[in-house]
């Protein structure tokens, strides 16, 4: 899964869809998210990285990562799995 | 090197709550980089806020409705052009386009110039033809019926669903959701700005809007496009973002290649959630928030007063995206004597 290219998140975490004009405000974890998905990175290694670095466990991270990526998808800012193929 | 001077006359000094576009395209007439220039204001109310603004406007006459007729606008014209030595005018009200476009050619023999629509243009993107528009340019466009009568409104849930949009032919649309606004809304705003009224489809999703000028060969002189941010209870944009929307700039520049519009327009677009694009109305001047396009590095009525002027303009390629207009409203103070001026010699 990618960050659309377009999509500009600045350092105060601040998501700007520059086609649809749109703007989101993203909390410091979600920026950290948002930054190891542009590395692209995969779920199991955010996952992990998010588990060493705060006191949190598993279930509670995927949950809480898979609802992120969810609104991510529902404003269109992640490319399609056709989008990402090409 | 010295900039040449130009004297421009504007219209739509009313900066109110549905603002006119003059204070805003005198604003980027201003900051033009290939003239100076001085601005006539053309007002049509004494307390059009533009009159008094005398940081923008160097001076203001007023001028008769379009219902007082052509020759009349003529005969005002002639003796504003003869103390003022227009070289240029922008008209920026959809409603007084129709006699400027017929005073054109008059206009231009004494040496005033106008980048306008021709009638044709003009009439073929009326709201009331907007379904053969549609039809004619392969565009997508909400279904419309034009009424004239208000016993027609009883027929309309056969062809429409709730809610449906009643929209004047100059100003003025509202969102009925039964067949008693239907009604109400046809009497309120055929009274202001008379018949027929536009019934529309409603469009369920997110606002958008394009300024732009074409040169009348079909060629994209210039195209920002703009997200409504914060919208008034007029519908009017009190904020707005550019974007960059491919699929808007090429529906645009698909409109000015097949109508080869000249002049200045705002298309107002609609994009439903499945990221489809309808064409909801064809303004055919500048808007009111043309402002934004020179700050985004289009200055689109520097642009159409040298085109109106015959002079080869080059189409802008870029704009900054994601670059913010937030409108706001300021309280001027201002004699009563400027008042009393431009209200009994209409001119300040």
Sequence with gaps: MKLRKNVAVSEAGLLFNPVTGESFSVNPIGIEILNLIREEKDPEQIGRIILNKYTTDQAT?????????????????????????? | MKKRKLNIAVTGLNAIDSPGPGVSVIRALREASSFDVNITGLSYESLEPGIYMHDLVDRTYSIPYPAAGIDTLLARLEYIHEKEKLDVIIPNFDAELYPFIKLEPKLKAMGIHMFLPTLHQFEERHKVNLNDFGRKYNISVPKSKVIYDLNTVHSLPSEFSFPMIVKGK????????????????????SAKWGLPIIIQEFIHGTEFNVTGLGDGKGNTIAAVPM?????????????????????????????????????????????????????LEI?????????????????????????ALGE?????????????????????????EEFEQISIYGEL
């Design chain 1, 61 to 86: 991270f995927e949950k809480d990562y898979y609802d992120f990526i969810g609104i991510l998808e529902h404003h269109n800012l992640l490319e399609s799995h056709e989008e990402t193929k090409a």
């Design chain 2, 170 to 189: 100059f100003y003025d649309a509202s969102i009925a959701y039964s067949i008693e606004q239907v009604k109400s809304y046809f009497n309120k705003i």
């Design chain 2, 227 to 279: 997200r409504k941010q914060y919208i008034t209870d007029k519908g009017k944009a009190w904020g707005g973002i550019s974007i960059s929307d491919e699929k808007m700039l090429d529906m645009t520049r698909k409109f000015l290649k097949n109508t080869k519009w000249r002049g200045g327009f705002e298309l107002e677009l609609m994009k439903n959630k499945d990221g489809e694009l309808y064409l």
């Design chain 2, 283 to 307: 303004n055919p001047r500048l808007p009111a928030w043309i402002y934004l396009a020179v700050g985004v590095g289009q200055n689109i009525p520097e642009a159409l007063v040298n085109l």
């Design chain 2, 312 to 336: 080869k303009v080059t189409p802008f390629a870029t704009y900054d995206v994601g670059k913010m207009f937030i409108r706001y409203a300021w309280d001027m103070i201002v004699d009563r």
